[in-house]
C-alpha cells in the first residue's frame, strides 16, 4: 500500500519560515523519479511549487517560491522536504507532496504527471 505522508504544517507569522516533510512508506520513490510540492487554496486551482528530480537531485521552482523555498531530498529516509522562509499571507494553502515517474528528467508542475498523493498539510500565514 503506497502512501505519502506530509507533515509540519502549522500556523505561522508572515516573515516566518516552516520545513514540510514527505515520507513515502510502502514506496521507494523512483530513482527516475519526481516529487513535488502543490498547494492549493480554497477557490482555486492546484499549482505547483517546488519539484526535485530524485536520480540527480535536480530541482525546480515555480515563481511564487523562487528564492524563499528549498526542495530537498534525504533518500535514506525516502523523505522529501520543502523548506519555506520569508512566508507571506499569500502562501496560505493546503500543501500536498506528489510523486511520478519521469524518463528524461523533466518534473513539470503539471498534477496530471504525478501518480501518487498525500493527504495534505495546511499551512497558514498571518
Known amino acids: 500500500h503506497v502512501q505519502l505522508v506530509e507533515s509540519g504544517g502549522g500556523s505561522v507569522q508572515a516573515g516566518g519560515s516552516l520545513r514540510l516533510s514527505c515520507a513515502a512508506s510502502g514506496y521507494t520513490f523512483y530513482r527516475r523519479g519526481c516529487v513535488g510540492w502543490f498547494r492549493q487554496s480554497p477557490g482555486k486551482e492546484r499549482e505547483g511549487v517546488a519539484t526535485?528530480?530524485?536520480?540527480?537531485?535536480?530541482?525546480a521552482y515555480a515563481g511564487s517560491g523562487k528564492g524563499r523555498f528549498t526542495i530537498s531530498q534525504d533518500n535514506a529516509k525516502n523523505t522529501v522536504y520543502l523548506q519555506m522562509s520569508s512566508l507571506k499571507p499569500e502562501d496560505t494553502a493546503m500543501y500536498y507532496c506528489a510523486a511520478g515517474y519521469s524518463s528524461n528528467g523533466d518534473c513539470r508542475f503539471s498534477p496530471d504527471d504525478y501518480n501518487y498523493w498525500g493527504q495534505g498539510t495546511q499551512v497558514t500565514v498571518s
Open positions: 526535485i528530480y530524485i536520480r540527480d537531485g535536480f530541482t
